[in-house]
């Protein structure tokens, strides 16, 4: 028999990182009507008339507006739909995402 004994390994556990949250913004402009955002936050996001109506009113006061945060892959494609909905409907509305800090 050999003098070097055999080590058993030391188990290495990976960590899965958390995929890294987006921001969808809603940004105000002069030209949709209110009730039409209301409609496409109420559609799109799944929100109340009461909380989409907020969230219209504090974009329309700020300039924009954090709708919801979300994985990249769903906010992308939430703030794409809510956008051509705006585009469909022949206004300027504008949803843009941006990586959550």
Known sequence: MS???IKPRAKVET?????RLHKVILH????????FVVTVLK????MTEDQAHKVMITAHRLGSCVVGVFAKDIAETKATRATDAG?????????TTEPEE
């Open 28 to 35: 105000n402009d002069d030209y949709t009507p209110r009730e």
């Open 15 to 19: 960590k899965a990182e958390r995929p």
């Open 43 to 46: 559609t799109e996001f799944g």
């Open 3 to 5: 003098d070097t004994a």
């Open 87 to 95: 585009r469909t409907a022949g206004f300027p509305l504008l949803f």
